[in-house]
């Protein structure tokens, strides 16, 4: 039975290995999982809300698309991918060169993350202060054995506000950037950090803790 079931398996391994094999319609081959990396653009700003054009800033850090690395569950495609990160959507838009616009975006899951002008940038879970656990895309700014930093850039829609007396401002609708830091122990669950001399001794006197602890470990193998 166990017999059968392997070699069920193995049929089914190969097939699906010689189908991903394709032929774009330029004549090269193409890696069959760059079908899987879209999905179609969301999260708009909602009808009813001011049109982009009447909105001051930009959904973008960088309007322009990028040619970047994908990395696609465990494997670096070879295709030339360009990407625009949308830091209101927090969204990776996706396209196939430089200049047209794209109705795509890059598949939010963990096990794809992408290579931007030398930064990485990943499809993470995350534990904001005060807040429910959240997922969205973190820039890696440091990855090691035991500890890890990140950066998470994005950007909130502000509605317009229409002073009501003299001494008060109006505004009108704006993008607002936010920067948060998130720092994970021992690829353990990523935490928000925030940059105070305060914050950072309290964290850090754990950290101390955990690093003691995972080098008398450490000591105690090789012994």
């Keep these: 039975m166990k017999q059968i079931l392997f070699i069920s398996l193995f049929f089914l391994s190969t097939l699906n290995s010689i189908k991903c094999q394709g032929i774009s319609p330029n004549g090269l081959q193409s890696d069959f999982r760059l079908a899987n990396l879209y999905e179609k653009l969301k999260n708009r700003l909602e009808k009813g809300t001011s049109p982009i054009g009447k909105i001051k800033g930009s959904p973008y850090f960088d309007n322009k698309f990028k040619i970047s690395e994908v990395n696609y569950f465990g494997t670096l495609l070879n295709e030339k991918i360009y990407l625009r990160y949308n830091a209101f959507s927090d969204e990776m838009e996706i396209s196939l060169n430089s200049t047209s616009d794209s109705q795509n975006i890059l598949i939010k ?39 890890s930093f990140y950066e998470r850039k994005f950007k909130v829609y502000m509605q317009a506000t229409v002073a009501r007396t003299s001494l008060e401002r109006s505004f009108p609708a704006r993008f607002v950037e936010k920067i948060q830091y998130y720092y994970s122990v021992n690829n353990g669950e990523i935490n928000q950090i925030k940059l105070s001399k305060k914050n950072i001794l309290n964290k850090f006197k754990i950290l101390i803790q955990i690093i003691k602890v995972f080098l008398l470990i450490k000591c105690l193998i090789i012994l």
């Excluded at 963990?110 to 807040?131: A, M, P």
């Excluded at 429910?132 to 054995?145: H, Q, R, T």
């Design 109 to 147: 899951n963990n096990k794809v993350f992408c290579i931007i002008k030398g930064k990485t940038y990943r499809y993470l879970g995350f534990k904001e202060d005060n807040q429910p656990p959240a997922v969205g895309y973190l820039k890696e700014l440091f990855k090691g054995e035991l500890f």
